[in-house]
């Protein structure tokens, strides 16, 4: 009977000395911090897809056009067992734009939370923007603050999250993604594949390609695609 009187209360000792500590954390307004790896979406996680009317690099549409980066789960782990959590951070002004639905957006999500699944690696969180300043859809005509280059969607998520914004690092494929990164004061890398240059160059030179592929082994497929029709 001592014996697991002894045993309670010491379990409750404990349990009431861990309430406390938190609570003085809380207190102070100091939760231990997380650190974390923000991942913007297309082009990180998942490959861009060449958008042949508008002649320029592009983000996927539906879920069927996606394709999740042969990299991403792999690295997605990676990241995770280095201790960092591991967040998404994306504009997806696609839906105020009437090029694809909320339920086609998240089920391209799904896609992707499901491909890393499959080979062990998970993402902690998303936060998109779904604003655009010229949206067709009025709900989605907002100057917001979430909208990359500003940097509120880190922001909110450090908040949710309890992140260290300093210790943290924002991987991105555009130029915004290394502003909003900057501008949330955290750390910026940059997936050097040149997708705004590129575009740049292209509409500057009026040079539109009629497909674009990433390299020779991605020809026979697409020719055989091609062929399909
Ligand atoms: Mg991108
Ligand atoms: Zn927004």
Request: aromatic share 8%; charged share 25%; with cysteine.
């Amino acid at each position: 009977m001592l014996y697991w009187y002894t045993i309670i209360s010491q379990y409750l000792g404990l349990a009431f000395i861990r309430s406390l500590r938190r609570l003085q954390y809380c207190l102070k307004g100091k939760l231990p911090l997380c650190r974390a790896v923000f991942l913007d979406r297309d082009g990180v996680l998942n490959e861009l897809v060449y958008d042949k009317e508008g002649g320029r690099v592009a983000s996927p549409v539906s879920a069927k056009q996606l394709v999740v980066s042969t990299y991403a789960p792999d690295a997605v782990e990676k990241i995770r067992n280095l201790g960092f959590k591991s967040i998404v951070i994306s504009n997806q002004p696609g839906v105020a734009k009437k090029q694809f639905t909320l339920r086609e957006l998240s089920r391209m999500n799904e896609k992707i939370r499901s491909e890393l699944r499959d080979e062990g690696a998970s993402i902690d969180a998303e936060y998109y923007c779904l604003h655009h300043p010229n949206a067709l859809i009025k709900r989605y005509r907002v100057n917001c603050d979430c909208r990359k280059p500003k940097p509120g969607l880190l922001l909110k998520a450090a908040k949710e999250c309890q992140l260290d914004l300093k210790n943290s690092y924002f991987v991105g494929d555009s130029l915004i993604d290394v502003k909003a990164g900057k501008a949330a004061g955290c750390k910026t890398i940059l997936i050097a594949t040149m997708t705004d240059l590129l575009n740049r160059v292209i509409s500057t030179e009026k040079a539109e390609p009629d497909y674009l592929v990433r390299n020779l082994s991605e020809v026979p497929n697409l020719l055989s695609d091609l062929a399909k029709g």
